[in-house]
């Protein structure tokens, strides 16, 4: 018998593999029973079944690149991860998808889910950040941004080169459907060729003035994603200008801790631990075991994960989707109700803290 988990599981047919530069590859998916596929919004990912080397499989997150509008089917788009040496390993599932699968293959998916998505009901200017193949959720933002809204739009994409960079046709058609989107790509190395047909605006990193100049002062909605170091360096960067943290939505391949450094660099107000910090109220309490902080819980937090960011407590976390698993904490007493269904099934005394929200006054192990 399946567990709980392996039976969330669809099979998907690939459909289509389209190679996106040099080092990235799209794959169109279709399910075999057309239940099976469900609306998403642009920046949620899939999570896929991959076979390891010992029989069994792990799984493997990768944004949704297609538009939203596009029915009955979802893009993902990839880089092969080659080893960096000969002392570590390739990437397991981007090299089997490079490398093994071919359109009429079957893959197991689990449905769209994620936290990082565009809020389409604000009215605000959208800076939209990657790196590298971080552009997937941005792509599929853009596509929303540009045909449904007239918010105005910055598209600001880093990468190495014209060779590594994806999707950028898809990128600049999108950009020309209407007046008010602004499209920059920075070329880390720049070829000859790059800078004589003006595929890229600017060399090297991405940095403040490179900002400055392009952004005019406003207040934005700013969604970021990309690999570690291009995400903490524009997280400080943006902090430093002045960017309120909770204006940066952020999706980033690595560890949590990463923004947590970053943040270190750009100073803060954080909220002493204090009982009193917590306005008083007939609501439930959330209790922190280890500190013996007491917090009344504010009833507007979309999870406990971010009622306890906002009091100024940084507990690890990764997808913010109840898919990792790194926000798991010790549930000492209480009740929490579950807005996005795990993939595991949780013991009674174990949380996800990213995807729950406080049934009753809690004890938490923390």
């Known amino acids: 018998m399946l567990d709980a988990a392996a039976s969330r599981f669809r099979p998907f047919e690939v459909i289509s593999k389209a190679r996106e530069s040099t080092t990235i590859t799209s794959f169109r998916l279709a399910p075999l029973d057309r239940q099976h ?71 197991e998916i689990d449905l769209p889910r994620g936290a990082f998505k565009l809020d389409t009901s604000s009215r605000r ?52 459907l209407r007046p008010g989107v602004t499209v920059h790509f920075c070329y ?3 070829e000859s060729a790059d800078l004589d047909t003006m595929r890229c605006h600017s060399e090297g990193f991405l940095t403040r003035a490179t900002l400055q100049e392009l952004l005019p002062l406003d207040d934005y909605d700013i ?56 306005p008083a109220g007939d609501g439930p309490h959330i209790v922190l075991q280890k500190s013996g902080r007491r917090l009344s819980w504010d009833g507007t937090s979309e999870s406990i994960l971010a009622f306890l960011e906002a009091q100024g407590i940084e507990p690890e976390f990764s997808c913010r989707a109840g898919v990792c698993g790194t926000c798991e904490q010790g549930l000492v007493s209480g009740e929490v109700d579950y807005f996005e269904e795990p993939l595991d099934v949780m013991p009674r005394d174990r949380v996800l803290l990213c995807c729950t929200r406080p049934k009753s006054s809690l004890v938490l192990d923390l």
């Open 37 to 107: 596929w469900r609306p998403f919004e642009a920046g949620q990912f899939l999570t896929i079944r991959v076979p390891d080397s010992k029989g069994g499989h792990v799984l493997r997150n990768y944004t949704v690149s297609s538009s939203p509008r596009e029915e009955g089917t979802y893009r993902i788009t990839v880089k092969r991860e080659a080893a960096p040496s000969q002392d570590v390993p390739a990437g397991v599932s981007s090299c089997w998808l490079h490398d093994e699968i071919e359109p009429g293959a079957i893959v």
């Open 125 to 176: 200017p959208v800076v939209l950040l990657s790196g590298g193949v971080g552009l997937t959720p941005t792509v599929s933002m853009l596509d929303v941004l540009a045909r449904e809204s007239n918010r105005p739009v910055w598209f600001i994409h880093a990468c190495d080169s014209g060779a590594v960079h994806a999707l950028r046709g898809e990128v600049e058609q999108l950009a020309a």
């Open 188 to 190: 880390r190395f720049a």
């Open 223 to 278: 969604y970021m994603c990309g690999p570690p170091p291009f995400m903490q360096a524009l997280y400080g960067i943006l902090t430093g200008l002045g960017v309120r943290k909770e204006r940066i939505a952020y999706e980033f391949f690595g560890p949590a801790s990463l923004l947590k450094e970053a943040a270190q660099t750009t100073p803060h107000p954080v909220k002493p631990p204090a009982d009193d910090q917590s």
